[in-house]
């Protein structure tokens, strides 16, 4: 198994740092989720932190093995005490799982967690209806204010934009506005009509998206690969961007040589992150 870049106490140690010194950082937590914090509060996007995929896909002929080791446990983590916001992109477990999210959201009596609305039903059956005071439901092009931080909705493909019966988006992407940052999170996506034009007006400053592609033999639906992902980036105007969905599970990762590359030929600013990497900003 692969070594986080830090971990544990090492790993909280370091944001601890930050945020006693009131500065800025990303942190990279594996999979799809990331911890930014920035005048003392955090801000956690579609966290997963446990092993329950491996536990549920034991056994079965698509085994979600572990190939780099959990940077953190959940509780750990919580106990910073300074989560505002946890995101979940949809309803997939390594973006809403229950064994991450509750410990989180119980140490962070304040934290919301933001969701698509047409998500709400399946989000409480998992998490408990005693989670519901702590929603926050957005759908495509809506946003709420939340203390110092704005976020934003845009629908995602995943593998298409997928609608309710209202019309509301089941996947969704989030633009954290912070600070005089703005952060785009992708959650799980391939291009569609939209993305692009939907995303040019916010002036990203940094760009956090999956690398691992769209591969049917895997049995999943798929995502970007780093080429596509270089030039999302590219074309939205992103100032850096930071590839993620990849080196968790052994069925479905990728490596991020196709992703630099391309970033380089196109002149794309990026950064490589491992997991539990973090980067002072």
Known sequence: ??????????????????????????????????????????????PYLSDSLTSKYA????????????VIAPAALGSLGVIDIITSSHNHTDHLDADTLLPLLEANPQGRLVIPAANRD?????????????????DEATSVQLAEVKIH??????????????????????????????????????????LISSLRPFKIDIALLP???????????GNLDGRQAARLAKEIGAQTVIPCHFDLF??????PDDFIEECKRIQQPYRILRNGEGWEL
């Open 250 to 255: 052994e069925f479905n990762t990728a490596d």
């Open 1 to 46: 198994m692969n070594r986080a870049f830090q971990k544990d106490t090492g790993f909280l140690a370091e944001v601890r740092r930050v945020i006693d010194a009131s500065g800025r950082g990303l942190w990279w937590l594996g999979q799809s989720g990331f911890l930014i914090v920035q005048n003392g509060r955090a801000l956690v996007l579609d």
């Open 153 to 194: 909705a845009v629908a995602s493909a995943h593998p298409t934009v997928e609608r309710d019966a209202a019309g509301r988006c089941r996947f969704l992407g989030y633009i954290a506005q912070w600070n005089g940052l703005a952060f785009y999170h992708s959650g799980d996506t391939l291009m569609h009509q939209g």
């Open 59 to 70: 056994g079965t002929d698509k085994p979600h093995r572990r190939i780099t080791e959990r």
């Open 122 to 138: 399946f989000v409480l059956n998992r998490l408990g209806h005693d989670q519901a005071h702590r929603l926050i439901e957005l």
């Open 211 to 221: 690398i691992n592609g769209d591969r049917p033999k895997r049995r999943v639906a």
